[in-house]
């Protein structure tokens, strides 16, 4: 199983609602990533998890949560958003965190804040 | 920090043409530059990578240069098809922040029939 998982594909919340983004990964990866894309722009990453553990938070702000229950799971919790937060929100997993590793992603969920 | 230049942004090929797309980066210790595809609606799909240790790597109609003294990698599409439509992506990692890849803009390729 070489795939990452993502739910839901489509979510459209108003401001002052909280939803939560899923991923799921059964590659035994022990690294998990977060992105956020824009319309034509490459991804940006968000946070890193490396053996459960937040390694990397690139200066996220608060109203994004991001979880990791287990290896094989990562979750993004969403809280007061704003419009501006209307993109594709995409994981990824790779093996490990060498630099050298693939990372494999998921086919995004599509967030439209109102 | 790591910076990737793409070029061109957009490009457009007759079906059966080459294409090749170009990137430079800035960092000497990067050692890692996949290419990702990403169609209309998906996420990013690996298409090839290569490590420092390497000058060159073929995939079928895919191959991928790297020039690390001019620090340039490139990626060409042979005999290209009207499925190789799509979003490319060129990155690079250094190997010292978590696995980080640095992306460069993208590259819009349209193949006509």
């Not at chain 1, 894309?37 to 946070?47: I, N």
């Not at chain 2, 992506?89 to 590259?107: I, R």
């Amino acid at each position: 199983d070489t795939e990452v998982t993502q739910t839901p594909k489509h979510l459209v919340m108003g401001m002052t609602n909280k939803k939560s983004l899923k991923c799921e990964q059964h590659m035994g990866h022990r690294a998990m990533y977060w992105y956020k894309q824009k319309a034509k722009k490459p991804p940006e990453l968000m946070f890193v998890y490396s053996y459960e553990k937040l390694s990397i938070n690139e200066s996220v702000p608060s109203r994004f949560s991001p979880e990791c229950p287990n290896s094989s799971l990562l979750n993004l919790h969403l809280h007061a958003l704003q419009p501006e937060d209307s993109a594709l929100y995409l994981c990824a997993s790779s093996p490990g965190t060498s630099g050298q590793e693939t990372q494999y992603f998921g086919p995004g969920t599509r967030l439209l804040v109102l | 920090g790591e910076n990737v230049e793409q070029h061109p942004s957009t490009l457009s090929v007759q079906e059966g043409d080459s294409a090749v797309i170009k990137c430079t980066y800035s960092d000497s210790a990067s050692n890692y530059f996949p290419w990702y595809k990403q169609e209309l609606g998906k996420g990013p799909q690996l298409i090839i990578d290569i490590r420092s240790n390497v000058g060159e790597k073929k995939d079928q109609r895919i191959a991928v240069t790297l020039n690390k003294t001019a620090k340039h990698f490139s990626l060409h599409i042979t005999e290209t098809q009207p499925e190789d439509s799509a979003v490319y992506f060129c990155a690079a990692s250094n190997g010292d922040s978590w696995g980080k890849l640095q992306f460069g803009a993208g590259t819009q390729v349209v193949v006509t029939p």
